[in-house]
């Protein structure tokens, strides 16, 4: 069966300060992978999304930026964290365009 | 510009009854739409699907409409438990080459009350 793996589950950065959060998904191959986020009181954002490794698109413009340097590994990087990065951060991967997408875990990142 | 929106953000329905989640969408381009339910601190995860080819699809106790005339689709839990209590995000995309975007509702919170 599928999984999928992300962390960290909680983790507290001070502004100015780089942000690494790593995903893994198990069982699966060539899959879709995305990462949204989720602010207070919003809904949940597409960031990026891939079809494949280096393969990245950005949805909307921000201090962030996506990698996937391997089939199942989606990292989401920041150089420089504001402090409106802060968020809820979902990773999710799909089979193909038209399914639902499966979420990890989330990662709740504060930047003071 | 908000395409899927969930105009009610807090529901508080008892123990036993029906729960109806609203979502309003407003691009036409839109033919497949899901729910989430998300606990607190976790992911989402997936609840439920209704393709634009159907206006009705049932699992267990939840079942989606979709009225693709009026852009709208509710969630119906029934009967509604504790367990249910989270928030509920509905979903919509489109087929076809070159998308790969889920858009989101902002949630509606759902408290099913003993």
């Known amino acids: 069966s599928q999984t999928i793996h992300q962390w960290p589950a909680t983790l507290v950065q001070p502004v100015g300060s780089p942000l690494s959060l790593e995903c893994t998904v198990e069982?699966?191959?060539?899959?879709?992978l995305y990462w949204y986020r989720q602010a207070a009181g919003r809904g949940l954002q597409l960031l990026f999304y891939?079809?494949?490794?280096?393969?990245i698109s950005s949805e909307v413009p921000q201090n962030l930026s996506a990698s996937r340097p391997q089939d199942r590994q989606f990292i989401l990087s920041s150089k420089k964290l504001l402090l409106s990065d802060s968020g809820f951060y979902l990773c999710?991967?799909?089979?193909?365009?038209?399914?639902?997408?499966?979420f990890g875990q989330g990662t709740r990142l504060t930047v003071v | 510009d908000q395409q899927v929106k969930q105009n009610s953000p807090s529901l508080s329905v008892q123990e036993g009854r029906i729960s109806i989640l609203n979502c309003d969408y407003t691009?036409?381009?839109?033919?497949?739409f899901l729910w989430y339910k998300k606990y607190p601190a976790e992911g989402p995860t997936f609840l439920i699907s209704?393709?634009?080819?159907?206006d009705k699809n049932e699992d267990g106790r939840f079942t989606v409409f979709l009225n693709k005339s009026a852009k709208h689709l509710s969630l119906h839990i029934v009967p509604s438990q504790p367990g249910d209590s989270a928030v509920y995000f509905c979903?919509?995309?489109?087929?076809?080459?070159?998308?790969?975007?889920?858009?989101f509702g902002k949630g509606t919170k759902l408290s099913v009350i003993p």
């Open positions: 999710a991967w799909s089979i193909n365009m038209n399914t639902e997408a499966f």
């Open positions: 691009n036409s381009m839109f033919d497949y």
């Open positions: 979903a919509a995309t489109r087929s076809g080459a070159g998308s790969y975007q889920l858009t």
């Open positions: 069982g699966t191959s060539n899959p879709n």
């Open positions: 891939s079809i494949g490794i280096d393969q």
């Open positions: 209704i393709s634009s080819i159907k």
